[in-house]
């Protein structure tokens, strides 16, 4: 049985230092410590599908998934605007920046994730010619955790326009255990389980970014800070590129370790997960 226990543990010292110390560099510490998460789990899980009869098909330059919403946390967002600001050429960034304003422009009036899949529009880091991910190194942790085993079905998922996402789950025998977080439902897959622990993991840390006085005293949350700590665990990636990309990126970037209301309103996920 694969356990998903080891995460909020991981995230608790990385988050409080951050509350504690607000910057670039600790956010990024926040983000690293959940990709070797992911990394390590995910490598789980294909030792356990292999032990199982059963092999990932994931390959390079396969990219049925990258034509999804992908929700991002903060820390993901910070690390991996000043990552591309520091690796890519101003070239392929300009064209992240104006594939992601047509995603934008595109998804502002859906429903819900499954129309922006039905138009089978691709990520705006995607790269069209190679079909490879423009920002790999510091992919999210949404996309470092898709696993099929099943190349087939997901091709079959992408050719047919009925389908309203990929289907492709890990076989039931490798049997993930999704561990049940206090006061919260229990969640039904490992992107809902990540986002919860990072709430979880670090609520009381996060209270103290925007409250003065100590959650001790009893003192209720207001719904603005609880919308915006629910802001922080829903970005979408297209618009905080969009976002971090343009204008002055310093500051940009600034604004969104100092978690202010108008960064976070622009990187939202605009539509409501299916």
């Not at 694969?2 to 600790?26: D, G, H, Q, T, Y």
């Not at 492709?168 to 255990?177: K, T």
């Not at 700590?229 to 905080?240: F, R, Y």
Request: hydrophobic content about 35%.
């Amino acid at each position: 049985m694969i356990e998903l226990n080891a995460l909020a543990p991981l995230l608790e010292p990385v988050i409080k230092k951050f509350s504690v110390n607000p910057s670039v560099r600790s956010a990024k510490g926040v983000a690293c410590t959940l990709y070797e998460w992911g990394d390590s789990f995910l490598t789980s899980l294909g030792e356990a599908a292999e032990a199982n009869g059963y092999s990932r098909t994931c390959v390079d330059g396969c990219s049925f998934c990258c034509h999804q919403n992908v929700q991002i946390s903060l820390f993901e967002a910070i690390m991996i605007g000043d990552w591309i600001r520091g690796n890519l050429e101003e070239e392929t960034r300009e064209s992240i920046v104006r594939r992601a304003h047509i995603l934008r422009l595109d998804s502002s009036r859906d429903r819900d994730d499954s129309e922006r899949w039905s138009r089978r529009s691709p990520c705006s880091c995607l790269d069209k010619e190679t079909q490879r991910c423009l920002i790999y190194p510091v992919r999210p942790i949404e996309c470092r955790l898709s696993f099929s085993h099943d190349r087939h079905s997901c091709q079959s998922d992408f050719d047919d326009a009925s389908t309203k996402r990929l289907s492709v789950n890990p076989p039931e025998e490798l049997s993930i255990q999704l561990p049940a977080i206090p006061n919260m439902s229990s969640p039904n897959s490992i992107a809902e389980f990540v986002s919860m622990s990072f709430i979880y993991s670090g609520f009381g840390s996060l209270i103290r970014l925007f409250i003065n006085s100590p959650t001790s005293t009893g003192r209720a949350v207001s719904p603005t800070v609880q919308n915006k700590l629910l802001s922080m665990m829903n970005l979408e990636l297209g618009n905080t590129l969009e976002y971090v990309l343009t204008g002055d990126t310093d500051q940009r970037l600034k604004a969104l370790v100092r978690l202010k209301g108008e960064a976070l309103s622009d990187c939202e996920k605009p539509t409501i997960p299916v």
